[in-house]
């Protein structure tokens, strides 16, 4: 598949939609592109990342702003040192890490893949077809007073509890969920923070 590159020594790319594959990076700016019709490959050293819908994988870096995906097909590899990542109606797979702010991720998992949201900072909210068939482990790490903090944090889910440890050898929450009976794994990670696993809204009534 042809392809666009764009490069950029400290400024701003700003692109609307791209009917083909895209490399983007700057040194220091931010990224705004439209919808892509492949795969993408964005990075910037310090500023934030925005993404229309992305026909393919798409690999997104930024060493100190926010991603922002509106929506992915295939593989979605997103990692932020220290913003926020949200993921809008990925259907494929997931893997983000933040190392300082929260990850919210709309997936439709396909069945046979892994999926991994890790942030060091911050809580992660994850949304989920109620139809989709899939095993979640979940688990919050407590730094600090445990008395204290523990206090703040929590596994939040409303499908089939298989455990839920509160270990405080360990400083950790564990829990692990199944939705369907159980498939693809999901994995959740925070520290000191909140993981809240839900269903997607029924198509008409997102705004009811």
């Known amino acids: 598949m042809e392809h666009m590159e764009v490069f950029s020594a400290g400024g701003h790319i700003r692109m609307g939609n791209v009917s083909q594959a895209v490399r983007a990076q700057t040194r220091g700016g931010d990224v705004i592109i439209g919808d892509v019709s492949g795969p993408a490959i ?10 229309g819908q ?7 870096k930024t060493s100190g702003g926010h991603i922002v995906l509106h929506g992915g097909v295939g593989l979605v590899n997103a990692r932020t040192a220290g913003g926020h990542i949200r993921l809008e109606k990925v259907t494929g797979g997931v893997e983000a890490v933040s190392c300082g702010g929260n990850i919210n991720v709309k997936l439709v998992p396909t069945g046979n893949g892994r999926s991994r949201l890790i942030t060091l900072g911050g809580d992660i ?10 095993t979640i482990e979940a688990c919050v790490r407590i730094q600090g007073d445990w008395e204290t903090n523990i206090q703040k944090c929590d596994v939040i889910c409303d499908f089939q509890l298989v455990s839920y440890v ?25 520290v000191n923070g909140i993981i809240e696993i839900g269903t997607m809204p029924q198509r008409g009534t997102e705004n009811t």
């Open 166 to 190: 509160r270990d405080r050898q360990k400083k950790e929450i564990r829990a692990s969920y199944r939705l369907n009976g159980g498939g693809e794994t999901i994995t959740l990670q925070a």
């Open 125 to 134: 909210t994850l949304y989920l077809p109620e139809t989709c068939r899939v």
């Open 42 to 51: 964005i990075s910037t050293g310090g500023g934030h990342i925005e993404v």
């Open 54 to 60: 992305v026909a393919g994988d798409a690999m997104l």
